[in-house]
């Protein structure tokens, strides 16, 4: 049963623009190394949840100034600047998804 968090439109998702096609195949590999994949296998054709969209643009908001943190206080810290380097990539997957959620609605 649906609620405020996994809501989404009814009727088909609608065909993205031609930069939501770019960050497409970034977007669903995110989805799937996060344990995240949609049944169909693809956001091409579900809708990115307002709960997802919500988790993403908090990633994105938290993710890059922390993984930048990280980055510029790692030098000689091998395990700063990994961990700087996996938050940002973390923070980039999430605004893929973000951003194809956001052009789905528009």
């Given at each position: 049963m649906p609620n405020r968090t996994t809501r989404v439109p009814d009727g088909p998702v609608p065909e993205l623009p031609?930069?939501?096609?770019?960050?497409?195949?970034?977007?669903?590999?995110?989805?799937?190394?996060?344990?995240?994949?949609?049944?169909?296998?693809?956001?091409?054709?579900?809708?990115?949840?307002?709960?997802?969209?919500?988790?993403?643009?908090?990633?994105?908001?938290?993710g890059v100034p922390l993984g930048a943190t990280a980055l510029a206080a790692g030098s000689g810290h091998l395990l700063r600047v990994v961990?700087?380097?996996?938050?940002?990539?973390?923070?980039?997957?999430?605004?893929?998804?973000?951003?194809v959620g956001a052009m789905q609605r528009r």
């Open positions: 031609a930069a939501g096609r770019l960050l497409l195949p970034v977007a669903d590999a995110f989805m799937l190394l996060m344990l995240s994949r949609p049944e169909s296998g693809s956001l091409r054709t579900t809708w990115v949840t307002p709960a997802t969209l919500w988790l993403c643009a908090l990633m994105v908001v938290v961990a700087g380097v996996v938050i940002i990539a973390l923070a980039l997957g999430s605004a893929a998804v973000l951003a």
